[in-house]
Nanobody, 128 residues
Framework: QFQLVASGGGLVQPGGSLKLSCTTS????????IGWFRQAPGKEREGVSC????????TYGDSVKGRFTISRDNAKTLVYLQMNSLKPEDTAVYYC?????????????????????WGQGTQVTVSS
């Protein structure tokens, strides 16, 4: 099992901010690149951002560049996603998961398949 638990979602007004957290007790988080993905109703899962195992490589999807910041604290077994300037189109369930291979544009475009990689997501709703 490679499931992570995401938390920190909620209801926020457009232009607001949220900080999501991701953790796991099932494997050594520090050994893996981790990605944030999101899925809105009726849409396919979309790669948001990923970070390499040491934090040295970071990639963002085009729709969140300049607004979202990913980080990690391996000592605390946590990966974060700071989301600023939120828009209604950011509304989705956000998940975190190990990436397929290294953190890269390819990894964001190709989320891991298999239920063993997808744990609890967190709902983010941006609405006035």
């Amino acid at each position: 099992q490679f499931q992570l638990v995401a938390s920190g979602g909620g209801l926020v007004q457009p232009g607001g901010s949220l900080k999501l957290s991701c953790t796991t007790s099932q494997f050594s988080l520090e050994d893996y690149a981790i990605g944030w993905f999101r899925q809105a109703p009726g849409k396919e899962r979309e790669g948001v951002s990923c970070i390499g195992s040491t934090g040295g490589t970071i990639t963002y999807g085009d729709s969140v560049k300049g607004r979202f910041t990913i980080s990690r604290d391996n000592a605390k077994t946590l990966v974060y996603l700071q989301m600023n300037s939120l828009k209604p189109e950011d509304t989705a369930v956000y998940y975190c998961a190990p990436t397929v291979g290294f953190c890269s544009d390819y990894a964001l475009a190709n989320p891991p398949s298999g239920d063993e990689y997808w744990g609890q997501g967190t709902q983010v709703t941006v609405s006035s």
